[in-house]
C-alpha cells in the first residue's frame, strides 16, 4: 500500500484543535466537621488557542505540559474547590486562560460520583458512605470571563412493567411489530441542560431535575419514549427556572414477551427477555416556547 | 510457524468439560396484584456429564442444542421462578440432568440487578423501579438431588474518610510508603458465601449480608483491610446462622494525599488522587470454628 | 426534594430531535465466488424531521418503529449492501427519507470490524479469518440528496521506544515534570477524515490512510505528540487527494521511567509504569491551505 | 433489617486468604541493540502463608506493604525479566517466598500485550511497534522451589463462513432450532496449557500454539464447537510435547441468518444477524491419553 516515490507534499495548515489532561480522578474532603463532605470527581481540562508553532515547527515554548495541567487541577482544589464542579470549572477555566501564555479558552468536563452517607440505627454516619448508581456530569466552558455550563445526569436505569404502549404507528414493507397497549418501559436515562442564568446552586438544581425525572416516569400512560421525553422536560423547565433547555438520549431497552407457548406453556406477559442490543435510540432537546 | 512436515498425532482423552449457554437476560414480572414484584436476571448454565461421542466422533445425538437450554430457562421460569434466584437454579438443575440423556450434574450462574421501588410523594410506586448498584450473585450447583449453593454481592462501593490506617508492617529494600493512622479507605466488596443449611430464604439472607456488611463497615478503626475482612466475617457468620463461611475480596482502591506544598499550597490532607491501578487487593474465607 | 404544590407548566416546544435504531450488528458474507470476503458492521441510524406530534401529543401516526428500522437494515443489505460502508450508509439514507413521512434527514453510524483471511501454508484461506484491532469507522450523513461523509480509524494502538522527547516547554507554578529527550511514545490513534469529492472507493482509501499513519509514526523524531499529529495530516492529505481534511485524537499513554534507584537498583531506562491515567489528551484537524 | 440488640459473637476462624498487588502495569524495553525488544505486562501477585495475625488482632508485624509488593515487581524487573513472563513469575515467587517472613507460597497472574514490530518499505523497523489482538496470558504457583505453570491465549477472535454445521442433536419440547450443515462459525478463543517439563522456552510454545489453532481452525468441517475444539487439542499435543493438557473456553458467538424474506426479498444466506447474546458456551480439557 505504500506508494513508490514520495510525492510532494501538498500545502496543509492546523485547523481547531486543544489539548490537555484526561481522566484526572481527584478526591476531596471537607473535613472541618465531625460530619464529613466529599467530592469524587473525574475530570479533563482541554486548552484552545493559537498552539501552531508547537504542531508545524515543533516548538514548546508557549505549552504547558499537560502534567503541569494534572498538577493544577489538584493544587487549586485545595482552596478552590469549595462547592460544585460547574463552580470549580470556572475557577479552572480562569486559571488556564491567564496562566497558559496563548490559551484562549478552556473546557473542563467533569463526571462526578455520587456517595450516599451510611444510616447506622438509624442515624447518618459521619464519614461513611456507599456509593450510587447515576452520575453528575457537567462541562463549564469559557474564555474566562463568560462560561457556558451544561450539566447533566448519567447512568439512570428506570423501568416501569405497565402503563407504557407503543401503538399507531407507521405499517410498511419492513414493519413487523405488533401493536402494544401495555409493556415493559426501560431505559438508561442520559440528560444534559443548560442554563438561562449566569449562575445558580448547580448541586440543588442537579437534585431537582433528578427528583423530576422520576417523578414525571411514573405519573403518566407513555404512548412512546418521546411522548415521556417531552413530558419530562415540561417538567423539568417547569420546576427549574434556571434552566433554559433540558435534552435526552433515551436507549429503549426492549423487553420481549417471550415465546413460551410454542414449548406448550401459556406465558400470562411475565416472562420476557431482557434484549441487550439493538435499541431504539431516541433524543431530544425540550425548550422553552 | 507451521511444521514442515505433518506429525503422527499422539493419544490424547477428553478431560473435564462443559456446555450450555451464557448471558440470557430473563426478566420475570409478578402481576398478580396491582404491586408488582420484579426479577431482573442474567445466567450460565452450563452440563457436565459423558459427552465424549460429540467430542470425538462429532456424533450430536445425546447433545441438547444450547438454543434448548435458552428456551427452557424462559419456559420453565413462568411457572418455577417464584422465589430467589437460588431456588429456581435447583428447578433448572433438576430439569437438565433428567433432560438431557447424558447430562450428570449442572452448574447455574446468575446475577441478579437490584432494583429499588420509586416512592412518589412518599408512597411506594406499584410498578415503577430505579436501578441499585449492588448485584445479588449466586452459583447452584448439583446432580439434581443435592446441591451447593453459593451466594454473593458484587460491585457495592463504599468508602470512609477516616478511621483507617496501615502502621507496623515490615520494612525492607523496597519498601518506601509512610505509615499513616488516618487514611481514606475505599473498595468495592465482592462477597460470597455458602450455606450451613440445604434451604433457607435466600433473599432475605442477602439483605441480612448485606445490612451486616454496611454496619461493620462503620463500627471499628479499621488497622488493615485483613482485619476489616475478618471482623465483616465475624460479624456475618454472627447474624446468620444459615452461613457456614464467607469470603470477601477487596481492592484497595488507595486514595493518595496530592503533595501540593511543591507547588506552594498547604493541603491540610483534604485533597487526594483517587488511584485507579495498581491496587491492593485482599482476599480471604472467614469460616466458624 | 418534590414540591408541595404542582406549578403551573411553564410553556415548552420542542428542539432539535432524532431516532432510530442503534448497536444493530449485520454480517455480510460475498459468497459467489469460493473465496468468500466479509463485511462485519455495527450500525446506528438516526432520523431527523417533523416528530413534533409524537412528543407533544403521543400520535405515532407518522413514525416509523425502530424495530422496522432495524428490519430495513438487513433487508436493503441483501441487495444493496455491496461495497463499503460508507456507500451503504448513503443507501439507507435514502431509504428513510423517501420511506419516512416526515423524515428531513438522517444519519448512519458505522463500526465495522476488520478480519484478516487466514493464510494456510502460505496460502491464503477461501473462508477462514482472524480479527484484528483497528476499526473502521464512518458517518454519513444527508437529505438523501446531497450526503457528508466521515471516516475513521479506532482502536489503532503504536508505540515507539525511542525517537521522542519533550523539551523546552513553560515552566511556572505547577510545573514538575522533567524534560527529555528520548522518551517512549504511546498512543490509541483515533482519526476522522472528510472527503474533497462527493464518491471515491472508501475502502482503498480507508487503507492508505492507515498505512499513513503508521508510516509518519516511524519516520521522524518527535518533538511533541502535536508536531506528529500534524506531520501525519500533512502525510495524508498529499497521499489522498480525496480527503479535505483529517482529525485525529490522540491519547499520551505516558510511559513513566521507575525509580527504582530508591531501591539500590539501577534502572538504565528500560523499566517503565505504563501508566494509565490520566493521560494527556492531544486532538486537532490538519486542513488543505 | 438491623437487629434490634446484638448477639454474642459466634466462634469464627480465618480459612484460606491471601493478598498482593493487583493491575500492575509495567513495561520493559531490551535496548542494548538498535533493534528493541519489548515486553508490556499487567502482572497481579498474590501471598499465602500465616497471615493470622493481621487478620485477627490488628497486627501488621510480618506484612509486606502490597505497595512494596509494586516496587519489588519493577526493581526486580531490571535485572530479573530477561525473557518469558512465566520466567519472571518464578522469579517473582522466589523472591516474595523468601522475603514476606510469613509467605508459604504466592502466585502470579500475566497479562501481556502482543505488539508487531513494523515494517517500513518492506524492512522491520528498530523501534516501533503496533498493538495486536490476541494476549498472552499466564499463572504461575509455587512455594519458591517447585512451580505450577499455566499459560494462554485471550481474545482470539477467529471465524469462517462455511465448513461448520450443527446436525443431529436431541429434539424434545423445548429445541426449536433447525438443523444445519453450512452456518458461519465464530468464536473467541480463550485457550490455557499446563507443562509436562519443569521448563521450556514458553515464547516459543506460545507462538506454536498460536498458530496450530489457527491452522486447525481450517482444516476439517466442524460438526460441532466441541469436535472442533478436541482437534484443537489433538494437534496442539502433537506438536507441543512440552504441554501435558490443553483447557478450551469457546463462546459459539451465533450469526442468524435473517429472515428477510418476509418483506419480500430473498436472502441467499449472504445478511446475518451477528447476535451477540446470549451465546453458546464450551469448555473443556484435552489431554494426554
Chains 1, 2, 3, 4 share one sequence.
Request: glycine letters at 6%; hydrophobic letters at 35%.
Amino acid at each position: 500500500m505504500t506508494p513508490p516515490t514520495v510525492p510532494t507534499k501538498v500545502k496543509v495548515k492546523l485547523g481547531a484543535n486543544n489539548y490537555g489532561k484526561a481522566d484526572v480522578r481527584f478526591f476531596k474532603v471537607f473535613r472541618d466537621a465531625p460530619r464529613h463532605e466529599i467530592k469524587d470527581v473525574w475530570v479533563r481540562v482541554a486548552m484552545e488557542g493559537d498552539f501552531e508553532a508547537a504542531h508545524v515547527s515543533g516548538d514548546n515554548t508557549d505549552l504547558l505540559a499537560t502534567d503541569t495541567v494534572r498538577n493544577t487541577i489538584y493544587g487549586l482544589a485545595v482552596d478552590g474547590f469549595t462547592g460544585s464542579v460547574e463552580d470549580y470549572g470556572k475557577t479552572l477555566i480562569r486559571h488556564f486562560v491567564s496562566q497558559g501564555p496563548k490559551v484562549a479558552r478552556a473546557t473542563a468536563y467533569f463526571t462526578e460520583h455520587q456517595w450516599q452517607r451510611l444510616t447506622v440505627d438509624g442515624q447518618e454516619h459521619d464519614h461513611s458512605f456507599v456509593r450510587q448508581m447515576p452520575k453528575h456530569t457537567a462541562v463549564v466552558e469559557g474564555d474566562g470571563q463568560t462560561f457556558t455550563v451544561t450539566s447533566g445526569i448519567d447512568e439512570l436505569y428506570v423501568l416501569k412493567t405497565t402503563q407504557s404502549g407503543w401503538e399507531g404507528y407507521l405499517m410498511e414493507q419492513f414493519t413487523t411489530l405488533p401493536e402494544t397497549n401495555d409493556r415493559i418501559l426501560a431505559t438508561v436515562v442520559t440528560a444534559k441542560w443548560e442554563y438561562a442564568v449566569p449562575d445558580c446552586d448547580y448541586d440543588a438544581v442537579w437534585g431537582r431535575v433528578y427528583q423530576t425525572i422520576l417523578d414525571t416516569f411514573t405519573d403518566h400512560y407513555s404512548p412512546s419514549v418521546q411522548n415521556t421525553l417531552y413530558r419530562m422536560g415540561e417538567a423539568i423547565l417547569t420546576l427549574c427556572p434556571e434552566i433554559s433547555r433540558v435534552h435526552f438520549s433515551f436507549p429503549n431497552r426492549h423487553h420481549i414477551r417471550y415465546n413460551t407457548e410454542r414449548h406448550g406453556i401459556e406465558n400470562p406477559n411475565t416472562v420476557f427477555h431482557a434484549d441487550a442490543e439493538p435499541y431504539g435510540q431516541i433524543e431530544g432537546w425540550v425548550e422553552r416556547a
